[in-house]
Nanobody
Framework: QVQLVESGGGLVQAGGSLRLSCAAS????????MGWYRQAPGKQREWVAG???????KYVDSLKGRFTISRDNAKKMVYLQMNNLKPEDTAVYYC???????????WGQGTQVTVSS
């Protein structure tokens, strides 16, 4: 069973940066593409970025240039560097398998990101 634990969120002013981390434990497959998702208050969870085992990354168009996803397969870690944060980035951020992977692990508790204007 795979457990996902997200961390690194917090309160930041607009224009600031945060680095989110996702630690995976259990029988996670190192070749599985992983992704970050977010859920803002009153909205559905949305895909933010994804990365293959080889490091090829994709992003939702609106976030290109501000967010960078990376991973360390040996450590079973996935990261999301977020720069020039905006109030509309406020959400709970989660990691899981990438959007087109046909299986999701159990969602973790997420990490809250709050961007003040």
């Amino acid at each position: 069973q795979v457990q996902l634990v997200e961390s690194g969120g917090g309160l930041v002013q607009a224009g600031g940066s945060l680095r989110l981390s996702c630690a995976a434990s259990g029988s996670i497959l190192s070749l599985v593409p992983m992704g970050w998702y977010r859920q803002a208050p009153g909205k559905q969870r949305e895909w933010v970025a994804g990365i293959t085992s080889g490091g090829s990354a994709k992003y939702v168009d609106s976030l290109k240039g501000r967010f960078t996803i990376s991973r360390d397969n040996a450590k079973k870690m996935v990261y999301l560097q977020m720069n020039n944060l905006k109030p509309e980035d406020t959400a709970v951020y989660y990691c899981n398998t990438d959007q087109f992977v046909g299986r999701r692990y159990t969602w973790g508790q997420g990490t809250q990101v709050t961007v003040s204007s």
